[in-house]
């Protein structure tokens, strides 16, 4: 079958216009049908994920669903997935393979025959770290409720007789995992949807989306236009540049690369239920295989992938003819399936299919409604397996389309995590050279940066800082200064990432250092991809009320905490949703009576620009302008600071706490100086205009030498947050948590009784209902007990976590009691109670934990908080010169 399916070849032109299941022939002597002419929802692309998100609307209620395709039903690649089901994999990704599970299970038991099999998976480790790998992400994966159980080499020959094991170090079972037929499961969703009123056309391609009001308005196809509320963009392949077919474009950065698999001939393997054989993970090879029929299936995600079509300006429509073989590449993959099944040693060597598939910058699915076109809504990138993402996927989006939200947490995927760069054609094709490898690559925490299409975004203070030895790593596609190798000398190879580690992180004494720098001296950072976004009066703003605020107005509504502050102060806030869970975290600085100044998270620029533009008041009275690359910000942190700040500036630069002044530093002008650090520690940040950037860091380090002024990368400004107890965007922070939850009761203003011009915020009535029936996780601060930092494995989250100042291990984590409990809230009493033993498993190896739900920073000792608060008076450095002659 499989291979009847890859000889199957579309012709360049559709035959007929399907309409829920009847066929519309065209001939030369026809006139040509017409599609209808208007749907509430237009979905472009009839595979799994144009299918599962036509289903899941209509099984919402809502019929009036076109789905449309330039060729047939299942004609792309979708179709042409592996057929497994993994559950083995990170939280955000197993939720929504769990969602599509369910799906597929519901379909089976209708009475749909998709193939849908439990198999079971090996996946194997042939290194130590892999073994780590395995268990850390076992360890998280065991409170869901999932099997998951880690196994020796002997008990994985066992389970599967064709595997060589001798250089195996274990191997982690999962007996759920299972495998279906892709193109079966494409047809019977389609079948489904038509059959609960759902309108399919093939053979019909879409030419432009146009826009009214800045949201989707009609779809214009060869066929005829149909005007809609909801465009989905589910095109696969051609979903990039179906995006750039609208006004204004669509990011949708999505590429092809080649993806190869052999399916051998019959090995006369049994089929029945009891005998079916596990599906094989080999991530150090970058190989999987599995049973298909009698015969086996074998996949590769291979180190060095190859974009597909690099030769043509487009996806071409006939994919399948420009599809070119590459005998030695393929060679070489085959040999480590031989190597790993020796049974295919007596075989010939069958036929590599290339079945290309959609590939992310990141390797993460994209999902959501986009930033340029209200209800223009895009699902693709699946990163080469189609199938066992898209039941879960089509489920959220068309929560998010029906409802306003998904039901899970779907913030990794959202499509305005991008910037314009991110979908550019060539940074595409390189990226995707590593990012089909690294599916399988163990990816540590903070040491696994990307290769390609890098030195993108960069500071203007770049180069001087890789000069002095900085190791950079990228966010938002800004070169960022992770560390600096203090072993570094000019003239030296330049400093790179080593090889990772989940124990004590091989450069962690260069982060010390940076560390001793910021709390006994000065530490120097360069900040600059922060987003910085400036709220104005609008064009139309005389017209607002007589003399109301509507920029004031329009801030009350979007933030939880009170912005109706001083001119020159800063307030830290959340904007949430209407759950209460976050939408941003970030600063406000009242720069006049009616402009703010805002500072967000690096991956927000995108994200939080399009949340605040779509809640801007209809009457234009308040703009909105990104100023992210107008400006470098050096964070300047130390209790030294004031003293080296003092000496470059003629102005008073003892500034209340979250407070602001234009003050000029050096010889540059009007630098904006932030009484804040991000770290919880004394100091600045600088916003200083991009011209003036390398002048003002010159001085800052030459006149900074004499009071320890050092380089610091922001691996050690995120742990210098830790021992502060400050959640992180992205991290602690989620649309799914509120203020509440994450601790930061401070940043939320629910007395309205005394703030007259606070009224309501989005999110207002979530949070009141939660403060009146009690909490049901909270974020607390752990301090691992009883572990030796040099010799065990660190308990790594997204990030390495050490808290300097307490000199322990620390751990940021919500916690919650079980859905069995009848009383489930948490308190402050619950959370602190004396009798409560608390532990973390990390690697399959439990440590004792000592909770806190304030931040705890000990200092080393009495002599070092002495020799901080002693009065400083530097000695010029000619005079040091001088003396040494």
């Known amino acids: 079958m499989w291979n009847k399916l890859l000889k199957t070849v579309p012709g360049p032109r559709a035959t007929g216009i399907h309409a829920c299941g009847t066929v519309v022939r065209l001939g030369s002597s026809e006139a040509t049908p017409q599609v209808s002419r208007q749907a509430r929802v237009v979905v472009a692309g009839a595979g799994l994920l144009g299918n599962s998100v036509a289903y899941h609307l209509a099984d919402n209620g809502w019929s009036n669903v076109l789905v449309l395709d330039q060729s047939k039903v299942g004609s792309g690649t979708s179709h042409f997935g592996s057929g497994t089901i993994g559950l083995f994999k990170p939280t955000p990704e197993r939720n929504i393979v769990v969602e599509s599970l369910k799906l597929y299970q519901r379909l089976q038991d209708q009475g749909h025959d998709i193939g849908l099999r439990r198999c079971g998976s090996l996946n194997l480790a042939q290194t130590h770290d892999r073994v780590i790998a395995l268990q850390r992400r076992a360890a998280y994966i065991l409170p ?29 079972y999962v007996p759920d995992d299972c495998i279906a037929d892709p193109a079966a499961v494409v047809q019977v969703l389609a079948s489904e949807a038509k059959r609960k009123g759902v309108k399919y056309f ?95 299936l074998v996949g590769w995600f291979e180190k060095d992938a190859k974009p597909a079509f690099e030769e043509t300006k487009d996806i071409p429509k006939a994919w399948q003819e420009h599809l070119q073989d590459d005998p030695g590449h393929c060679a070489a993959l085959w040999e480590k399936a031989v190597d790993r099944l020796p049974v295919l040693r007596d075989l010939r060597m069958p036929t590599v299919r290339n079945s290309p598939d959609n590939f992310t910058p990141d390797g993460r699915f994209i999902f959501g409604e986009s930033a340029e076109v209200k209800n223009y809504f895009v699902a693709c990138g699946m990163n080469g397996n189609p199938l066992q993402g898209s039941g879960g996927v089509g489920k959220a989006l068309a929560e998010w389309i029906v409802s306003g939200t998904p039901t899970i947490d779907m913030l990794p995927f959202n499509v305005q995590r991008f910037l314009d760069l991110h979908n550019n054609r060539q940074y595409l094709q390189q990226r995707i050279r590593e990012v089909v490898g690294r599916q399988y690559a163990i990816l540590y925490p903070n040491q696994a940066e990307y290769k390609f299409a890098r030195k993108l975004r960069c500071s203007p203070l770049y180069s001087v800082l890789e000069a002095r030895g900085a190791v950079f790593g990228t966010k938002m596609g800004y070169e960022r200064a992770l560390y600096f190798d203090a072993d570094y000398r000019r003239g030296d190879p330049l400093p790179t990432l080593p090889e990772g580690s989940f124990y004590k992180p091989k450069f962690f004494q260069h982060m010390e250092k940076e560390y001793q720098a910021c709390a006994q001296h000065v530490g120097i950072i360069d900040i600059s991809s922060f987003s910085k976004i400036e709220i104005k009066p609008g064009i139309q703003s005389d017209a607002v009320g007589s003399g109301g605020n509507a920029v004031l107005s329009y801030l009350q509504y979007m933030c939880a905490n009170d912005v109706n502050i001083a001119v020159g102060h800063i307030v830290h806030t959340g904007m949430l949703n209407e759950r209460g869970g976050y939408e941003n975290d970030c600063m406000l600085i009242r720069q006049t009576e009616e402009s703010y100044f805002m500072i967000s998270p690096s991956s927000q620029q995108t994200r939080i620009y399009e949340w605040m533009s779509r809640n ?57 100086i932030m009484s804040f650090t991000h770290t919880g520690m004394p100091g600045y940040c600088l916003y200083v205009p991009s011209e003036y950037a390398l002048h003002v860091y010159d001085r800052l380090i030459t006149r900074g030498r004499d009071y320890g002024a050092r380089d610091v990368g922001t691996l050690t400004q995120r742990l210098l947050r830790i021992d502060k107890f400050i959640p992180f965007w992205g991290d602690e922070l989620t649309s799914m948590t509120t203020p509440f939850e994450a601790g930061v009761f401070y940043s939320v203003r629910l007395d309205i009784s005394q703030l007259k011009k606070k009224e309501n915020f989005i999110g207002r009535q979530a949070l009141e209902r939660q403060k009146q029936d009690g909490l049901r996780k909270r974020l607390v601060l752990f301090h691992v007990e009883d572990i030796d930092i040099d010799k065990d494995v660190w308990p790594w989250g997204g990030e390495p976590l050490y808290g300097f100042a307490s000199e322990k291990l620390v751990c940021l984590g919500y916690i919650s009691r079980p859905d069995s409990n009848a009383v489930r809230t948490i308190t402050t009493e619950f959370i602190m109670d004396k009798d409560a033993v608390y532990h973390i498993d990390i690697a399959g190896k439990r440590f004792r934990l000592t909770q806190h739900i304030h931040p705890k920073a000990a200092m080393a000792s009495a002599n070092e908080r002495q020799d901080m608060s002693k009065s400083y008076r530097p000695t010029v450095v000619k005079e040091k010169k001088q003396q040494k002659s």
């Open 616 to 672: 801007l008041p209809t009457d234009a009275s308040v703009q909105l302008n990104d100023v992210t690359s107008m400006y470098t910000v050096i964070n300047v942190v130390g209790s030294k600071s004031t003293l080296l700040m003092s000496e470059l500036s003629n102005s008073d630069v003892r500034l209340a706490p979250f407070s602001y002044r234009k003050l000029n530093i050096g010889y540059a002008s009007d630098v904006m």
């Open 202 to 296: 093939e053979g019909c391609q879409v030419k432009y989306i146009n826009t009214k009001n800045e949201r989707v308005y009609s779809v214009e196809t060869d066929v005829g236009t149909i005007t809609c509320e909801y465009f989905v963009n589910c095109s696969g392949m051609w979903a990039r540049e179906l995006g750039l077919k609208c006004k204004p474009p669509v990011r949708v950065p999505a590429y092809p690369a080649q993806h190869y698999y052999a399916l051998t001939p019959t090995l006369d393997l049994p089929t029945d239920d009891d005998n079916l054989l596990p599906c094989i993970r080999d991530y150090d090879s970058n190989l999987y295989a599995r049973q298909y029929d009698q015969s086996l």
């Open 144 to 172: 869901t409720g999932m099997a998951a159980e880690l196994i020796d080499s002997e008990t994985a020959r066992k389970l599967h007789p064709f595997l060589y094991t001798d250089d195996l170090q274990g191997a982690v």
